[in-house]
C-alpha cells in the first residue's frame, strides 16, 4: 500500500501538471473552450495510452529498437531544450509551441512530451522492473495521478481568464526558464548514465 501511494505521488510529481499549466494555457489560448476541453481530453488520453504501453512493455520496446533508456533521456532534454527556447523568445507568427496561431496541437507538444516525457517513461519502465509482481498497483497509482493531472489542465481556461494574455506571457517565459533547467539535468542524466556503462 505504501509503495502505491508514494509511486502515485511520484508519478503526479513527473507529470507536472502544475508546470505544465501554462505551457497548456500557451499553446491552447488561441482557440474557443468548448474545443480546448475536448484537446486537453484527448491529449491527455493519448498520453495514458503511451504511459500504459511503456508500463507493460517499455523495456522490450526498446530492446527491440536497440535503444538505451539514457536514449530516451537524451533525446526527450533536447527536444524539452528546444520547446523551452520558443517559450523564452517566442516568435510574431506563432506560439511558442511551434504551431501557426490558432492551430490545433495534436500529440506534439502537449501529449508527448510534456505529460508522457522521456522522464515518467523511464520511471514507468523502472517501476515495472522494482515491482513485477505488482502491475496492477502500478496502474491504479498511474490512473490516479493522472487523472488529477486531466482535472488541474481542464481548469486552464479559469486560469487563462483570471491572468489575462500578459500574465499567460509572463508564466510562459518563467515557465520556459525552468524547462531549459529541466531539459539540461535530463540530458546531463542521460549522458552521465551512458558514460558509466
Do not use: C
Amino acid at each position: 500500500m505504501t509503495e502505491m501511494i508514494s509511486a502515485t505521488v511520484l508519478l503526479f510529481l513527473i507529470m507536472d501538471p502544475l508546470g505544465n499549466l501554462p505551457i497548456f494555457m500557451s499553446v491552447l489560448k488561441h482557440i474557443e473552450p468548448r474545443r480546448r476541453r475536448i484537446i486537453v481530453i484527448r491529449e491527455m488520453l493519448i498520453a495514458l495510452l503511451l504511459m500504459l504501453i511503456f508500463l507493460f512493455a517499455g523495456e522490450r520496446i526498446l530492446s527491440f529498437l536497440n535503444l538505451r533508456t539514457e536514449t530516451v533521456s537524451i533525446s526527450g532534454g533536447i527536444i524539452l531544450f528546444l520547446i523551452a527556447i520558443k517559450m523564452i523568445f517566442p516568435t510574431q507568427e506563432g506560439s511558442s509551441s511551434g504551431l501557426p496561431a490558432g492551430e490545433e496541437p495534436f500529440l506534439v507538444p502537449l501529449a508527448i512530451p510534456l505529460v508522457a516525457g522521456p522522464s515518467i517513461l523511464a520511471t514507468l519502465m523502472l517501476l515495472s522492473h522494482q515491482y513485477p509482481n505488482q502491475v496492477d498497483h502500478l496502474v491504479f497509482a498511474l490512473m490516479i495521478a493522472w487523472g488529477l493531472s486531466v482535472i488541474i489542465l481542464m481548469l486552464s481556461g479559469l486560469f487563462l481568464r483570471l491572468l489575462g494574455d500578459k500574465g499567460v506571457s509572463a508564466l510562459e517565459r518563467l515557465m520556459g526558464l525552468l524547462l531549459v533547467m529541466i531539459a539540461t539535468q535530463m540530458f546531463l542524466d542521460g549522458v552521465r548514465a551512458y558514460l558509466k556503462i
